[in-house]
């Protein structure tokens, strides 16, 4: 773009957050089945369904580090258990990426990788519980917990594991057990020291999932998973076993998307848990989830989720991309990750949806979208969204269609109100005082007679007043939390009016406003709103109706130009796409023959334009 | 990125500062404006008029409290408090310099914004009352749907009467008080800007409510024994319906204009065939003497089923006019007993209403063109069609060339319903014949 632009330009560019120089974003393409093999699909592919889901996490972080996706190269290795084999592929595709990457600044797991190289595993044992002791710290630390023993012919051997974080029975049972047993029952062994190999330690270890690692990064890596590592003099790598059992809470019902129809059950904190809530809605082979890790300091694992003969790859792509492409310390919780990746982190609108309801995150993976976890958050995150979907109550597909699209009707009147009442009400009061009808507005200045002030302050009060109330409700521990929100609002709102603060039709406005930021139903969106509120109040004082015309515009106008991860966040109406039967309307199910058309997914068909054949079969004959 | 950044920030501190001087500057808290529910016109004495307003009080018992009802309390004439409102007049050169003079007594800006009704003295009426229209025509806080009447007598006295006694709210009794136009079409309900538009229109002449003072005067007392007359019209003027108890404003009958100047007023019977004719009648009752029984009556509730068919054309020079009205007719009353709602009899009880119907509107519109040569029936949008241009329409000056327009009148009337009873038979007693007596 020139320098010289109109000042009108100017102005939208800055309403709109789009600056004058900037790096091309990223805009969903169209894409058909056959196209997808040009664009690199992630890898993780089918073997991850056939194998179980935590076979892949070695394979993903290593995609993370070279950042350049080689389907097929990662496809097959995937199809391959062998580990060695695996080794053997690592480094050619890892070399060259990296190389060309050096001018960039190198992100955490770059730095870390680089490090790996001189961390190789060495073949005795002193030196490798030198370095595990180096890597944990261990005289200070006093998690990991490191067991010495000797198996076979006096062979030292150890192992090391995270204290809470590992299983202690499976280590008990299943590790060190079978390992002393095969001292006293293998006596071919003792013959022959050394031919212990990993090949004869895994088939005597009885644990579901063991790895051999030759980088002492990788197993701290395991061990921080909660995995154990198990070290034999004389071998070239670590085996980790799989251990990982600590306290988790249970699948409970949504706290915040609580619903009367429809399934009661909601994310938890484990990752693992997460996905296999979803894998029971969804039991498609091609349903995929991929691993990054993010987080210099936590290494938080990050989990998408998508459907692979649906999504498109563009799409998948660009999730990774942005994964990836994230340097960061620290990293806990979804909403972190939300405003690490989110396209426009200015606007007050979210442009990912959130949701604890496995059923509604199902629900959109089959639409076409992509589903991100945070292991540790007991939400889900969805993109892309539209601002539709915000709208949307999980509750919308349990209900029969009609008795959803008259609730829908109440949740965007909700969402003008919530936003937009207190504004109108100052408006009206001090600029259009014609638009009252007189024996309300006589009733409004006999009641205002006594309150010393003006209603922008009386309104700013009640408003204070009653996020006051909100903020401590969370706070104030246990029953009083819940009680203080209705007892407070009444006395709050009584004694304002009887000791002449604000006047009564100001409480009704007041809760009005309230209630209606409740019935929107997704708690960002809410937020959103209750920011917007005093903007509109800001907008209606200034310029009266013209101000909060004003204001819609400029809102509207930063809406449409929202964008998340690619989508316009207005798609449908702007830019218009073909009708969806499922956007304020619901219509019933058997109407909703295709998916979104601004996801541009590669399936657009969700069921033939007739559902219900049985309706059109002769009963009797069928 | 550094720069869009500071460029917002620099905006909004210029926002912050900018728009409150431009904005602000306008905004009124509600009760800093005190709201004119009426504004009454008067002939001045020491200058041209006497404005007077009335205006909603905020004390607190207006809202829920019985209150004083009828008379308030003590000093009401003088400080003029009038059931929750009080009445100030002020002699002033014009309608709006009177709000500012009262400025000096009011401690509120008076705001035109909820003016419900402008009343004009007759005799100001009849003086021409262009000038002072034309300021509320234009100033941006009257409103269009503010009704205008014209009132014997003084509009001060006739505002200061403007009580309430059914509820407490003066605002809501305004509005109610008009609404009874379409009960008993006995007046009509002119709005402001019909009433301005058509003191400019070259097709018709504006017409605005007749009202009086009822200072109970008119209610005879009892003398006894003789037996009174029978009279089914209602010819008299607004004050002088024989009537005590309530409220004594009366809005009664139609003010005739011809051009801003008043001429004349139609009587409430005539009132309610001017409504019918121009479609704005709604229902009312009809109390007509028994064709076969004189002394008795019997009464129908009469609406029109249909807008009235307007047609007009020029016929050598002489402007031709046919109006057709539709009636629905309910009998709700037969003194007689007779049972007029056979199939049999209702043909002639149809023929008997439809005349009482075109005689009534054939003589209001007579006497229109006769009396006064004013067309507030607006017949001239008809005849408008029969010029090229408006401009010759305005040359042919219909207005004056009304009372030469021949105007033929045709009323349909459907007996729909007659009540509870059907073919009553006659109330037995020992006496012989025993009529019924209502």
């Known amino acids: 773009m020139k320098k010289q632009q109109g000042v009108l330009q100017q102005a939208l560019a800055l309403i709109t957050y789009k600056k004058t120089k900037r790096p091309k974003t990223f805009t969903l393409a169209e894409m058909t089945k056959g196209q997808d093999q040009g664009v690199p699909m992630s890898s993780s592919g089918d073997s991850s369904n056939k194998q179980g889901l935590s076979n892949n996490q070695e394979e993903d972080k290593e995609q993370q580090q070279s950042e350049n996706r080689k389907g097929n190269q990662y496809e097959s290795q995937d199809e391959s258990q062998n580990e060695s084999h695996n080794k053997e592929q690592d480094k050619p595709s890892l070399g060259t990426p990296r190389r060309r990457r050096a001018k960039k600044p190198l992100s955490a797991s770059q730095v870390r990788s680089n490090r790996t190289e001189g961390d190789k595993v060495r073949a005795d044992i002193v030196s490798n519980l030198q370095l595990i002791k180096q890597l944990f710290g261990v005289p200070q630390n006093k998690d990991l917990i490191i067991r010495e023993f000797e198996i076979g012919n006096k062979k030292r051997a150890f192992v090391a594991y995270l204290d809470g974080m590992a299983d202690k029975q499976i280590i008990n049972n299943y590790i060190l057990r079978p390992l002393f047993n095969m001292e006293r029952s293998d006596p071919q062994e003792e013959k022959r020291p050394g031919q212990l190999t990993g090949v004869s330690l895994g088939s005597v270890i009885e644990t579901n999932d063991t790895k051999n690692l030759d980088s002492i990064e990788k197993v701290a890596a395991e061990i921080l998973k909660g995995n154990t590592a198990l070290y034999v003099d004389g071998l070239p790598y670590f085996i980790t076993c799989e251990t990982i059992g600590f306290d988790k809470r249970g699948v409970e019902s949504p706290k915040t998307e609580g619903i009367v129809?429809?399934?009661?059950?909601?994310?938890?904190?484990?990752?693992?848990t997460n996905i296999s809530l979803l894998r029971r809605i969804i039991r498609n082979s091609s349903l995929i989830t991929e691993f990054f890790e993010v987080g210099e300091k936590t290494s938080t694992t990050i989990a998408v989720i998508y459907l692979k003969d649906v999504v498109n790859p563009a799409l998948v792509k660009e999730v990774s991309r942005r994964l990836t492409n994230i340097k960061t310390d620290f990293l806990v919780s979804a909403g972190m990750l939300e405003e690490l990746i989110e396209d426009t982190p200015f606007t007050i609108i979210p442009t990912i949806l959130s949701t604890?309801?496995?059923?509604?995150?199902?629900?959109?993976?089959?639409?076409?979208?992509?589903?991100?976890?945070?292991?540790?958050?007991?939400?889900?995150?969805?993109?892309?969204?539209?601002?539709?979907?915000?709208?949307?109550s999980p509750e919308?597909?349990?209900?029969?269609?009609?008795?959803?699209?008259?609730?829908?009707?109440?949740?965007?009147?909700?969402?003008?109100?919530?936003?937009?009442?207190?504004?109108?009400?100052?408006?009206?009061t001090t600029f259009h005082r014609e638009m009252i009808p007189t024996d309300l507005l006589i009733a409004i200045a006999k009641a205002k007679e006594n309150v010393p002030f003006p209603t922008l302050v009386e309104i700013l009060l009640m408003e204070l007043g009653f996020e006051l109330i909100r903020e401590a409700g969370i706070r104030i521990p246990g029953i009083i939390g819940n009680t203080l929100g209705i007892i407070g609002a009444l006395i709050l709102g009584d004694a304002a009016v009887t000791a002449n603060i604000v006047s009564p039709i100001l409480i009704i406005i007041v809760a009005v406003t309230g209630l209606s930021n409740f019935a929107i139903p997704n708690y960002s969106l809410a937020f959103g709103v209750r920011l917007l509120r005093f903007y509109y109040i800001l907008a209606g004082t200034l310029l009266g109706f013209y101000g909060i015309a004003l204001a819609l515009i400029g809102f509207v106008l930063m809406l449409v130009n929202l964008k998340s991860f690619g989508i316009p966040f207005f798609s449908i109406i702007a830019p218009k796409n073909k009708k969806s039967k499922d956007v304020i309307f619901r219509w019933p199910l058997w109407l909703q023959e295709s998916r979104p058309d601004f996801l541009n997914p590669l399936d657009r068909q969700r069921q033939p334009e007739i559902a219900r054949e049985w309706a059109q079969q002769d009963a009797d004959e069928a | 990125?550094?720069?869009?950044?500071?460029?917002?920030?620099?905006?909004?501190?210029?926002?912050?500062?900018?728009?409150?001087?431009?904005?602000?500057?306008?905004?009124?808290?509600?009760?800093?404006?005190?709201?004119?529910?009426?504004?009454?016109?008067?002939?001045?004495?020491?200058?041209?008029?006497?404005?007077?307003?009335?205006?909603?009080?905020?004390?607190?018992?207006?809202?829920?409290?019985?209150?004083?009802?009828?008379?308030?309390?003590?000093g009401s004439e003088e400080s003029g408090e009038v059931d929750g409102t009080i009445v100030s007049t002020v002699e002033a050169s014009s309608l709006l310099g009177a709000i500012n003079l009262l400025d000096a007594a009011v401690n509120r800006q008076i705001s035109l914004m909820h003016a419900k009704m402008l009343v004009f003295s007759e005799e100001y009426a009849r003086e021409g009352i262009a000038r002072y229209v034309e300021p509320l025509a234009r100033f941006r806080e009257v409103r269009e749907f503010m009704r205008v009447v014209v009132c014997k007598g003084k509009a001060e006295d006739f505002i200061m009467e403007n009580k309430t006694f059914i509820g407490t709210n003066s605002a809501k009794n305004i509005e109610l008080m008009f609404e009874q136009s379409k009960n008993s079409g006995y007046f009509p309900d002119v709005f402001f800007n019909d009433f301005y538009i058509a003191l400019l229109a070259p097709?018709?002449?504006?017409?605005?409510?007749?009202?009086?003072?009822?200072d109970f005067q008119h209610f005879p007392q009892d003398t006894g024994g003789k037996n009174p007359p029978l009279n089914t019209k209602q010819d008299m003027e607004p004050g002088d319906i024989p009537r005590k108890g309530?409220?004594?404003?009366?809005?009664?009958?139609?003010?005739?204009?011809?051009?801003?100047?008043m001429v004349g007023s139609l009587t409430p019977d005539e009132t309610r065939f001017f409504l019918m004719g121009i479609g704005e009648f709604r229902r009312g009752f009809f109390v007509l003497e028994d064709p076969e029984k004189p002394g008795f009556i019997f009464v129908i509730e009469a609406e029109l089923s249909k807008s009235p068919k307007m047609k007009g054309n020029m016929e050598g020079g002489r402007p031709v006019l046919d109006l057709e009205l539709t009636l629905d007719a309910d009998i709700v009353s037969i003194q007689s007993r007779n049972s007029y709602e056979n199939l049999d009899h209702i043909k002639g009880l149809e023929k008997i209403i439809e005349d009482y119907f075109t005689t009534g509107l054939t003589k209001t519109i007579e006497r229109t063109q006769q009396e006064w040569n004013s067309d507030i029936f607006h017949f001239g949008k008809k005849i408008a069609g029969e010029f090229q241009t408006i401009q010759e329409f305005e040359q042919y000056n219909w207005l004056s060339h009304y009372k030469e327009a021949k105007i033929s009148t045709q009323v349909n009337v459907n007996l729909r319903r007659s009540g509870y009873i059907y073919e009553a038979k006659p109330i037995r007693g020992t006496s012989e014949g025993g009529q019924g007596s209502t």
């Open chain 2, 1 to 74: 990125m550094p720069i869009p950044i500071r460029k917002l920030i620099a905006i909004g501190i210029v926002l912050c500062f900018f728009l409150p001087l431009g904005g602000c500057y306008d905004a009124t808290e509600i009760d800093e404006e005190v709201y004119a529910l009426v504004i009454g016109v008067d002939k001045g004495v020491n200058n041209m008029v006497r404005i007077t307003f009335q205006y909603a009080t905020y004390k607190d018992g207006g809202g829920g409290k019985a209150g004083g009802g009828g008379s308030d309390g003590g």
């Open chain 1, 356 to 392: 604890e309801r496995p059923d509604r995150a199902a629900s959109h993976l089959v639409e076409g979208r992509v589903v991100i976890f945070v292991d540790g958050t007991p939400f889900s995150m969805i993109v892309p969204v539209t601002m539709n979907e915000l709208m949307h």
């Open chain 1, 396 to 428: 919308d597909a349990s209900l029969k269609w009609q008795y959803t699209s008259g609730l829908r009707l109440i949740r965007f009147f909700a969402f003008l109100a919530g936003s937009m009442l207190p504004g109108i009400y100052i408006a009206l």
């Open chain 2, 203 to 214: 097709y018709g002449q504006s017409c605005a409510i007749y009202a009086g003072v009822n």
């Open chain 2, 246 to 261: 309530g409220t004594k404003n009366e809005l009664f009958g139609t003010v005739v204009f011809d051009g801003d100047k």
């Open chain 1, 261 to 272: 129809k429809g399934p009661q059950e909601a994310f938890s904190e484990n990752l693992r």
